[in-house]
């Protein structure tokens, strides 16, 4: 940590802020210029989150140069971890692919989108049981009917699946039917439902936040780490900008930096990103270009009768579409598919 | 809901349209100009929510002119909610005046902060005893240890208690120790415990997320609303922008925006909005100028050996002169302090 | 400047910047921690500017503590800066009140104005002669005949005129017209027209541009200052956010923090910054109560056949209104209007 | 446009607006459902634009269905624009690579680029003789005599040659050096300079504003396509955002969104997006398989001595290996490079 002084701070404010370091137990390197006084501050992770400066008389800033994370940097592990799942894997020279619809609305709609997902060449499928929406007014999801007719259509076309866990409450009961438990933008900083999911054995797949930095994801994903679950998927979606055209903005950027900042799995939702059916197969290409270690994308057997996010979701034939013109990019990458 | 077609879209496009809303039980009113055709939809609220139609062939957009909401809003109710909390309230004439630490430390702590607090005219007490922390390595609060300071220092004082409930499962257990409960700016969607709390009998301190725009805000309230519990208090907070300066972006705009589309009360907490103690007196008059109908802000009696936000907190001297400067700009709002 | 190495960075990585910052004629002072190294750099301001080591091997981050502005600060000059323009001012004690059309349409309009201004007490004209408008198939302004109109309506009435300077090419002709030249938000780092302006003897009125921070205002104004021209007025008028319920997010916070950074006086303009009418009067006053100089205020005689900005602007009896109700609240915070 | 009413408005309010449009020329449809009343409005495009219905008394909402621009959409032309210079050309089957430092330095630097940025397969030689800089402490750039020493960088090597037009006044003199002249981000809004550009003959590289919508991105082309100039390139180079880790953040969905909404070229700038070394391969590679019809790329023979974003400038050994491993995914792509 570096502590700031502002322009010609007096030896007394100086000295205040030095004292209040030595009665924390931190070390103090002072740095004088002409002007301007830096202090380095130096001591035990925990100790150094504890101190804050900022209000002290005579302080500009302070600069945290420590991260707020550490067992999901590269620094800690170097080489990329890859979580398998069922005959599935995430990150390691593997295309993960994750599909389905929004929302599961029938026994008949999962298994046709199952069989489809597979012979495309999916490698999970996705269905959302329990619903986060705006508004009360919107369509919840079918709860536990649900969870059952994903696990029943994913064991069929044998697919492991995904799907969003809304409640901490429901966390045994979620686990229970699938294969990967994904935490939702919204919930990314429910730090809670981070430490449950920390003491549990499945694999977690957490978006981004809407308002989220690079560092929260980091910090999001240390808290399932640091409980003891090391199997952790990161999910850009897309964030919140002045842009209206797009849904939210998907920050490819992001997606290489994160690469190289964690040695996690990342892969790229365009269909929450984007929110336009047209944009996803674009997004797609450039999210595998980008170095993603998958994509999710959002497949309904009729959109226009879809409970929620038709319309930014492909029928069928054009997930099949996309999925055979993937193939000589993700090749071109490195990556099976 | 109106559907906007594309410039000179075929006459199929604009019967498959019609088609589908008449399929869902919607009706159809068709506006045509020499290149535009609206469709204007007429159903119920329910069904109009179910409606995804922006990715048909031939449609431009579609734009939504029924609310998320309903029971929030001035047009439901067009006298202002007053929420009456032991002998304070929120809302009708009086200014709120929540005060207190960030994070509950001690019992010295609480009885100190809870007197100058009540000295100085203010009406709550506010204090964490469970803390949303970006980092698994920072301070976590004290708990349910923490909630019995918090509810002795607030009867010995004669002020009603606020807290952060964190986490959906322990709702029972601070709603025995809390007056008032406090949903944080991360849990705005956390949408199982806004369900919870509309089944609860206590009133709700919800916070706007940090990026949650103001129509979400409503309709993050109307889940309480729809629940049953109708004591719903709104908080701005700050938003998150390009701007570093200042911790968040204080959108005080919002909060006369907020005033005139629900009847519910908004306060103000620009110790969070801000995270620099030397705004938080002029944020909070300018709060009371825009017609809030109340300010949090963060006081702590050594504010550099706070556990958490010390730079963003007052200490009791200012905050008793804060509150004294107040008091004839809350006389000239017509406002009791 | 300070240089934070990466982790771990080895001998020769430190070696390196501090070979290149000697090389260049800066002084290096290194503070070593167990994992961190800082080095401090210490040299002229230009020279300090013209190092950019963010991409060295082994650097983690750089971090710039000289500001990017130095004339406009309130350690190079503490006392306000008092702005003064005919009989009118700006900054120390008195209350700023600049009102008039988005657009200058006709003489009858601006002389109605004029009179409607000073009667209620405004002590500037502002009017557009030259309109930066998004489409180009906007109304763009009656340009030299509208600013004779501008003229001629201020000197009637007794009132300094404003107006934005939006070609640099026109600088001396607008010059010759108009008291104060306006630098619109989408010109503030028009450095060209910056320059020109810090040659010319009238005062400026900068608006902040949609996206600066803060820092980027300052140094814009810093442009001018540098330029030998003294007479700058900083004005917020929102930025732009997520949130589109408002035009802008008016941040208040930001005009609170400019007053404790800059000698220089920051109006607030609610009319652009929020473009809802219903929302300017709580505006104006959260401007007054945060400390502001003044405020400007887009007033017609007719808001519903305006060609510009209509629905952001006040009608005569509002504005008077308005200005009525604002007097005990400006005295309150002890200026004059 | 549509003026949404609110609910139960008066027959008095809606007449009053079908009044007001009558007026104005402009035909007025009604659409009335129970509790909402919407107001189709058909009239010419400058009409339409001149009609600002917000604040009207009743009406909640206007809705401009109308889009700020014409000759530049896909609706005006189908076929992709191809815009040829010298040798090279933008769009149409071959990507564009624009290569060069951030600022003019010297002749032997220049030649040494333009032959480097030759042999690897660039097409487009760039360079800044002038420079918008933040702080006016910063290097401003060589002006003229930087102009003339990247002209003849660029004979010499056979490549066309971009430059930035920073002031209005300089436009002749810039179009008789430089085949394509750049409006930089801070420009994209200057409409003066649009205008300007509109007379010339020389092509225009419009870069994207940091805060401007994709729909002010095409307003502001159409402002210089209106004038008379069809040959405009568009480039994303980043919008501002809250995220830090990056200097803004690359908006490629944009990119792929533009492709559709216009016939212009549309190419994409990772360092000026990135603001970091590392993330321009991964950026260019994912801008080829969004679609984009070319990258700019900054290239520097020393960039830990350039006078300018030397942190985002690749070096010479860097651009050409990067350039090698774009050639199979352009091949991909279907573009030749």
Redesign the interface.
């Given at each position: 940590m570096?502590v700031?002084m502002r322009?010609?701070a007096t030896p007394e404010e100086i000295a205040h802020v030095v004292d209040?370091l030595h009665e924390a137990g931190a070390e103090a390197?002072l740095?004088q210029?002409?002007v301007?006084t830096?202090i380095?501050v130096?001591g035990e992770?925990?100790l150094i989150?504890?101190l804050?400066?900022?209000?002290?008389p005579g302080v500009?800033?302070v600069?945290r140069?420590?991260k707020?994370?550490?067992l999901v940097s590269r620094?800690f592990q170097a080489e990329d971890s890859v979580i398998r799942v069922g005959g599935s894997q995430v990150g390691g020279g593997v295309l993960a692919v994750m599909a389905g619809p929004c929302s599961i609305e029938s026994g008949e709609q999962m298994h046709t989108v199952a069989r489809a997902v597979k012979a495309a060449g999916g490698t999970f499928l996705r269905g959302g049981a329990y619903k986060?929406?705006?508004?009360?007014?919107?369509?919840q999801g079918m709860g536990l009917e649900g969870l059952k007719l994903l696990r029943e259509a994913g064991d069929e076309a044998g697919l492991p699946v995904v799907t969003e866990l809304?409640?901490?409450?429901d966390a045994d009961r979620v686990a229970e039917w699938a294969d990967v438990l994904q935490v939702g933008a919204?919930?990314m900083?429910?730090?809670?439902m981070l430490q449950e999911l920390g003491r549990m054995k499945r694999p977690v797949l957490l978006k981004r936040g809407?308002?989220a930095?690079?560092?929260?994801v980091l910090?999001a994903a240390?808290?399932i780490l640091?409980g003891g679950n090391r199997d952790v998927i990161l999910c850009e979606r897309?964030?919140?900008?002045?842009?209206?055209?797009?849904r939210n903005?998907?920050?490819?950027?992001?997606v290489?930096?994160l690469k190289?900042l964690t040695h996690l799995p990342v892969i790229v939702d365009?269909s929450h990103?984007?929110?336009?059916?047209?944009?996803i197969a674009?997004?797609c290409?450039?999210?595998?270009?980008?170095?993603a270690d998958g994509i999710m994308v959002e497949v309904h057997p009729d959109?226009?009768r879809?409970?929620?996010?038709?319309?930014?979701?492909l029928d069928i034939p054009a997930f099949a579409a996309m999925m055979e013109a993937l193939r000589?990019?993700a090749a071109?990458e490195g990556k099976s598919l």
């Open positions: 570096l700031v322009d010609h209040r390197h740095s210029g002409e301007k830096v380095g130096i992770r925990e989150y504890s804050e400066l900022e209000g002290f500009s800033e600069i140069v420590l707020a994370y550490k620094e986060p929406r705006t508004s009360p007014y919107e369509f809304l409640d901490v409450r919204r919930n900083q429910n730090f809670m809407m308002s930095k690079l560092e929260e910090a240390e808290y640091k897309g964030i919140r900008t002045f842009e209206t055209y797009t903005t998907l920050d490819l950027a992001g290489a930096a190289s365009p990103a984007t929110g336009r059916r047209d944009l674009p997004m290409r450039a999210a595998i270009a980008t170095g959109p226009e879809a409970r929620c996010d038709g319309p930014q979701s000589p990019l071109l």
